[in-house]
């Protein structure tokens, strides 16, 4: 049986000033709590996206002890977005697109030419990052972005999405993060099977100075792989599942 292989890479792992700005938002809205800042260590332990759903438990950390499910919570995810729109407009993070890391059309068009196709998945819109993509030349190599509308709540979600839209005999969508809950979603898909439609997931963390999370963190989160550059993608994914 034939085998697609989808390369899915996460917004964070591709953008490369988004932990950064996360970091600014975040120490500048906890005060408005009552919380001190978070080291930039401390930060890379918790950080994911939407940067609510790891603030609210933060911020609330009494009601969370008993309620975990708190971070769903849309009143206090609102009132946290409201926040952090108004720092990011503050410092102009709305209007001003981001830099990209660098190597990333390198590792687009190599893993293309290697038979792979290149998915973008992100928690947020369809805005300024994509536009900086398609002027930066590089959003031709992306076959599909899959965003905040299937990938909102849990990052498994914009998995099941990819594999239920295209509904082939055997899909195999090889997870690129260096966010640990994208990592997880990854190894909770492996295996789906829907009829005669199979789902193969492969988890693999990229530990870098620009990942969400520090290297421990992404360890704990069980990746099928660890790199630490695109450049070891494509030779640790042949050890894993050879493609072609």
Known sequence: MSVETYLVRTMSDTVETDIQRVFTIA?????????APLSFEELRKIADGPFDLFLIPHIFADENRNDHDIKFNEAKRAEIRKYALEIARRHG????PPDFIP??????RETKAAGLKNILITTGGRRYKHQAMEKAGIGDYFEEIVDRGETYY?????L???YRKHNLKHLRIVLLSGTATYIKAANNVDGCKVGDSYLESISIALST?????DEETLK???PK???HSYDELLPRLKELAPLG
């Open 93 to 96: 993070f709305d209007v001003n």
């Open 225 to 227: 792989a660890l790199i």
């Open 220 to 222: 704990s989160a069980r």
């Open 103 to 108: 190597g990333i059309e390198k590792s687009l």
């Open 209 to 213: 100075e620009h990942s969400y999370n």
């Open 160 to 162: 099941y999405y990819l």
């Open 154 to 158: 849990a990052k498994e979600q914009g």
């Open 27 to 35: 120490n500048e809205l906890l005060p408005r709590y009552g919380l």
